[in-house]
């Protein structure tokens, strides 16, 4: 399991918050089929991970803050904003877990697409960066 965070967290030459809460979510959604004992701890522990200060959490208060102080999300409270789009990434990733026909790349995008446009992005612009290509 060494090494999985990497696989999960975006790159740090991104410097659009829009685009690294859309990779960010690509890749964890993914990881339920590359790492699924990880994905599984996820799920046990997940909701109670949301308000930790440590591991994914706290990446994505700071995707979130970013996004809103450049207007580029609209998250109202980021600790609301959080919890929908963590309970929602773990919806998924329960989703995939009972359903291991699914397609989780294609879940996963379709997430990120819904995110991106919960979080105010118009829908034409969400999916043109969910269809970019991940960072290696």
């Not at 959604?29 to 994905?39: D, I, K, L």
């Amino acid at each position: 399991m060494a090494g999985w965070t990497k696989t999960i967290a975006p790159s740090s030459e991104l410097d659009d918050p829009a685009e690294m809460l859309a990779v960010g979510v690509r890749l964890t959604g993914r990881m339920q089929r590359g790492h699924p004992e990880v994905a599984r701890i996820l799920l046990r522990v997940g909701l109670t991970r949301l308000a930790s200060s440590v591991g994914l959490a706290p990446r994505a208060r700071r995707v979130l803050r970013a996004g809103a102080a450049t207007g580029r999300l609209r998250v109202g409270d980021i600790e609301v904003a959080l919890a929908g789009a963590g309970g929602a990434l773990l919806g998924v990733l329960q989703l995939l877990d009972m359903e291991p026909d699914l397609d989780a790349g294609r879940a996963a995008d379709q997430l990120a697409v819904n995110l991106l446009c919960m979080f105010g992005l118009p829908p034409a612009e969400a999916r043109e960066l969910v269809a970019r290509p991940l960072p290696a």
